[in-house]
Every structure is written in C-alpha cells, then in structure tokens.
T-cell receptor, first 117, second 111 residues
Framework: GAVVSQHPSRVICKSGTSVKIECRSL??????MFWYRQFPKQSLMLMAT?????????EQGVEKDKFLINHASLTLSTLTVTSAHPEDSSFYIC?????????????FGPGTRLTVL | GQQVMQIPQYQHVQEGEDFTTYCNSS?????IQWYKQRPGGHPVFLIQ?????EVKKQKRLTFQFGEAKKNSSLHITATQTTDVGTYFC???????????FGTGTRLQVTL
C-alpha cells in the first residue's frame, strides 16, 4: 500500500513553455502533499506544501506565480512550471502523507526529470 | 531558517565494514525521519524517531535520536553492497508535517 505515482517521469521542453506534473496517491487519501526539487547529488529542497481544497504554502524564495500548485482532490496534486527556463531544469519529486496517520512517514513519487532547452 | 547538516558527505567502505552517518539540526526537532535514496531512485522511508534518546534497530541498522532532540545517527553494521545509496535524515519541527531534509551522506560499498 501507500503508492505515489508521478507523471510524466521525464519531460524535455523549450524555454518559455509551461509544464504540468501530476502527483497521485494511488491507494490512499492524502490531505497534504509536498513538492520538492533536487539538483544532482544534492539534497531535497522543499518547495511547497499542497493542501487539498486550499492554497498551497510556499517556502521562502519559491515563486508562487512560477510554480503553480493545485490540489483539487484527495488523491491528486499538480505542479505547473510556468514559462520554464533552463535554470528550472531539475528533478521534481512529490510526496504524500497518509491523511489519517498525522505526522508520519512521507511516501515519495518516482520523480519527474525536467529538462528545459 | 532551520538547517540540517549531515556528516560525512561521502563514505566509501569495503563490504563488511561498519558505517555511521551523523545528522545535526540547528533547532530542536519534534521528530526525525531517515530515508534512503538509491542512485536514480526516489527517497524511501526507513524509520521515524520521536522520543528524546530513542534508539531503534532494524536488522543491521541502528537509529538514535539525541537527548536534546537536535541530532541523530544511523549506524550500519557489516555493510553489504545493497546498502549503497544516499542516506538522508529529515527533521520535523512543531506541529507541522513538513520536513527539512539533511544534506545527505552518500555511501559506496565495494567488495
């Protein structure tokens, strides 16, 4: 149980285009999902906390207008990178917390590797 | 803001040797979690520690949470090649669920 999927797994796009990444909890409900960014051989940096039915909470330094987050249901959160530029190229990973367990382990999706040309 | 540092950054051991990674937070934590990320993969949850001074074991892995709840360690006894990967600690603070990930320790194990 507790499987999280991400789609797409890999995307290459031209500079200036927008890219949407989906994060789904397949067999559980997730009131809260998290979006991270990871550069090669570096740690995970939390970008934002996605809350079902309300606005996302962004970490300091993360532009909310550039990284749009929508958490419309208890099993789906989306991250849209708007007007992507080469510096946005990175590994984006989402995670979800099981709703009825409170503060506990996070289940991570397989990640999406974004390359902006 | 909260910072979580890990040392060493990288360690290369021979199979059978022990390995330890240390995690230090700039602030007091409500809980500490440990994750393992294999090359090309995503983080996989290993364990969560909540109580001051807590020690938990999983087969060859021993996890410890410091008395002040600001540091933690992961010790692997008799490493195997399957232990290869990057080990991250992640600290939770207050009542929020969000985690601050440590800088990670990359473990390489050779025969």
């Amino acid at each position: 149980g507790a499987v999280v999927s991400q789609h797409p797994s890999r995307v290459i796009c031209k500079s200036g285009t927008s890219v949407k990444i989906e994060c789904r909890s397949l067999d559980f409900q997730a009131t809260t999902m998290f979006w991270y960014r990871q550069f090669p051989k570096q740690s995970l940096m939390l970008m934002a906390t996605s809350n079902e039915g309300s606005k996302a909470t962004y970490e300091q330094g993360v532009e909310k207008d550039k990284f749009l987050i929508n958490h419309a249901s208890l099993t789906l959160s989306t991250l849209t990178v708007t007007s992507a530029h080469p510096e946005d190229s990175s590994f984006y990973i989402c995670s979800a917390e099981v709703s009825d367990r409170g503060k506990g382990e996070q289940f991570f999706g397989p990640g999406t590797r974004l390359t902006v040309l | 803001g909260q910072q979580v540092m890990q040392i060493p950054q990288y360690q290369h051991v021979q199979e059978g040797e022990d390995f330890t990674t240390y995690c230090n937070s700039s602030t007091t934590l409500s809980n500490i979690q440990w994750y393992k990320q294999r090359p090309g993969g995503h983080p996989v949850f290993l364990i969560q520690l909540v109580k001051s001074g807590e020690v938990k074991k999983q087969k060859r892995l021993t996890f410890q949470f410091g008395e002040a709840k600001k540091n933690s360690s992961l010790h692997i006894t008799a490493t195997q090649t399957t232990d290869v990967g990057t080990y991250f600690c992640a600290g939770g603070a207050g009542t929020a669920s969000k985690l601050t990930f440590g800088t990670g320790t990359r473990l390489q194990v050779t025969l």
